[in-house]
């Protein structure tokens, strides 16, 4: 009999990239919280999305602040953060915003912005820099689905990352 | 377990239980129903694993990714009681698999939904044809219900078999 699956590219269909995307993030997620783990210091979740990486990191760090940045809230209900830690509008003025009172007390910094855009994502990475740089405290980790090439070198990822791209920076 | 550990466990058993379900239909004609397109994940899955087998897909709007949005011909859109039941009146050619993931919030409203869907299953699908579910209340009838592969557990796929005549 003919054989009349196709198989030859485990990932890619949307649903095996999604899946992909989300282990990544997983992982990376759980081996920057481990990274942090002797570094005082708050989180950033830049881009709340569905609230599913939200949901994950608080419970991965559940003793840290943790400050969110969307420009409108559409989590999942039970993944909404509470309304003090919530920072809504446009990055380029909520994150700025932070400054100069939250300067250099940021521990782990989670940015998921993908869009299908690739420009409105360099012009976000570039808006987002700057900040970032004042906020990040020494030894603290950035992590992004898009590269922030003036945080230097991304690090290697961590084993079991899936086959998607993801971008880790440790501070100095 | 967090929001994503729960979507990873759902997208893992759904790849798995399609795979598995692509795998044990070979040899067995007939086309595929996608009953809810949603983000076209699953219709996107199922195209790529059987690139020659026709599937119509049921929907009450298109709310898929521009990729994944099939064919206006394959599309049927509607209220899923109206659409299915007038697809099993009109529909004569064999249908060797279905999967249905549909759902809103509210469970009562999933049931009833599942509950009114049932009849029309094993009235589509061939003998040895497969139902894959996220509702259990789907397979009725003369289904026989089957363990899913290996790592699909936790509740979030459901398959059946239409068994064959005697």
Not at chain 1, 103 to 124: I, K, M, Q, T, Y
């Given at each position: 009999m003919i054989d009349e699956r196709n198989l030859q590219d485990p990932a890619s269909s949307r649903l095996a990239r999604m899946l992909e995307r989300l282990q990544t993030q997983r992982v990376c997620l759980e081996h920057a919280a481990e990274t942090v783990a002797s570094t005082a210091g708050l989180v950033l979740e830049i881009g709340l999305g569905k609230g599913r990486t939200y949901d994950h990191l608080r419970r991965l760090l559940p003793a840290r602040e943790i400050l969110v940045f969307d420009r409108e809230?559409?989590?999942?209900?039970?993944?909404?953060?509470?309304?003090?830690?919530?920072?809504?509008?446009?990055?380029?003025?909520?994150?700025?915003?932070?400054?100069?009172?939250?300067?250099?007390?940021?521990?782990?910094?989670?940015?998921?912005?993908?869009?299908?855009?690739?420009?409105?994502?360099?012009?976000?990475?570039?808006?987002?820099?700057?900040?970032?740089?004042?906020?990040?405290?020494?030894?603290?980790?950035?992590?992004?689905?898009?590269?922030?090439?003036?945080?230097?070198?991304?690090?290697?990822?961590?084993?079991?990352?899936?086959?998607?791209?993801?971008?880790?920076?440790?501070?100095? | 377990m967090s929001r994503l550990d729960l979507m990873i466990e759902r997208l893992q058993a759904q790849r798995l239980c399609i795979d598995w379900a692509v795998d044990r239909i070979q040899g067995i004609d007939g086309v595929v129903l996608e009953l809810g397109l949603g983000s076209g994940r699953t219709y996107d899955h199922l195209r790529e694993r059987l690139p020659r087998r026709r599937i119509h897909v049921f929907d009450l709007a298109v709310e898929a990714h521009p990729s994944c949005v099939p064919d206006p011909i394959d599309l049927i859109l509607g209220d899923l009681l109206d659409t299915l039941p007038d697809f099993v009146r009109s529909f004569d050619a064999p249908v060797a698999l279905v999967h249905a993931d549909v759902g809103t919030a509210d469970h009562a409203t999933n049931r009833s939904i599942a509950a009114s869907l049932a009849p029309c299953i094993p009235r589509l699908l061939v003998p040895g044809g497969l139902l894959l579910s996220n509702r259990r209340e789907l397979g009725a009838g003369d289904l026989l219900s089957l363990e899913p592969p290996e790592g699909a557990g936790a509740g979030h796929c459901f398959l059946f078999e239409r068994p064959q005549d005697d």
């Open positions: 809230v559409h989590a999942l209900h039970d993944c909404i953060p509470p309304s003090a830690a919530l920072y809504l509008g446009d990055f380029s003025k909520t994150l700025p915003a932070l400054l100069p009172s939250r300067s250099r007390s940021v521990a782990l910094a989670h940015a998921d912005l993908g869009s299908e855009d690739p420009a409105r994502d360099r012009a976000l990475v570039e808006c987002l820099t700057p900040s970032l740089l004042q906020l990040m405290r020494p030894g603290g980790v950035v992590l992004s689905d898009r590269p922030f090439t003036e945080l230097g070198e991304p690090l290697p990822l961590p084993a079991g990352v899936g086959l998607f791209p993801y971008y880790l920076y440790r501070l100095d | -």
